[in-house]
Structures are given as structure tokens and as C-alpha cells.
């Protein structure tokens, strides 16, 4: 069984920067694929960014595309998501996934077996 825990949401300005994190523990978090996603009101989930377990392997969404960057630390069992230059079309409630095996990244919800909890980004303008 694998638990994760993001932190870090808040409330930022457009403009500004955020950055989530996400500790995972259980089991081997250095051997899965991971991702970030988000849900704003009335929208379904979506793909923010995702990593594979080594981190030399990302994709973005086209919407964050040079704005956000997704990283994770094995040693620290821990998955990072900088966001920069937010906007409001940012806020949402942001989720991290795993995966419990693969060596490449995922892009959609079915793909991930573990789910976060989600926090709660607010980008005010």
C-alpha cells in the first residue's frame, strides 16, 4: 500500500509562484511513474505534469508548458511541482498519483493506481 500527502497549496497573485509537494510512503517510491493532476469546479480532472521514476522523463500539459516543472527526490521519497508565473486559470485542487509499475510517464487517471488527498490552489488577479 502506497499513502501520498501533498502540501504546499495556498493562495497566490497571478504572477506569482507555489510550490507543491508530495511525500509518499509505503512502498518503493523510486521505482514509480508519478504525476500531477488538477480539478477546478465544474471541470473533470486533468494532467498537469508526470514524471517517470528515474526523472529524466517529463511531459507537461500544453497549459504549463515553461511555467510549471515537475521533479522528485527517491532518497527523500518526495514529488515537487514548481509553478511559476500562475494565473487564475490555475486554481484548482492538485492531486499526485502513482503508479505501481512502468518505466515511462502516464498521462491519463486510469493509468495511476494511488491517489493524494488533493490541496487547493487559489491564484487571485
Known amino acids: 500500500q502506497v499513502q501520498l500527502a501533498e502540501s504546499g497549496g495556498g493562495l497566490a497573485q497571478a504572477g506569482g509562484s507555489l510550490r507543491l509537494s508530495c511525500a509518499a510512503s509505503?512502498?518503493?517510491?523510486?521505482?514509480?511513474?508519478m504525476g500531477w493532476f488538477r480539478q477546478a469546479p465544474g471541470k473533470e480532472r486533468e494532467i498537469v505534469a508526470a514524471?517517470?521514476?528515474?526523472?529524466?522523463?517529463?511531459h507537461y500539459a500544453d497549459s504549463v508548458e515553461g511555467r510549471f516543472t515537475i521533479s522528485r527526490d527517491n532518497a527523500k521519497n518526495t514529488l515537487y511541482l514548481q509553478m511559476s508565473t500562475l494565473k487564475p486559470e490555475d486554481t484548482a485542487v492538485y492531486y499526485c498519483a502513482a503508479r505501481f509499475t512502468g518505466n515511462y510517464y502516464y498521462t491519463t487517471q486510469g493509468q495511476y493506481d494511488y491517489w493524494g488527498q488533493g490541496t487547493q490552489v487559489t491564484v487571485s488577479s
Open positions: 509505503g512502498r518503493a517510491f523510486g521505482s514509480f511513474p
Open positions: 514524471i517517470n521514476w528515474s526523472g529524466d522523463m517529463t
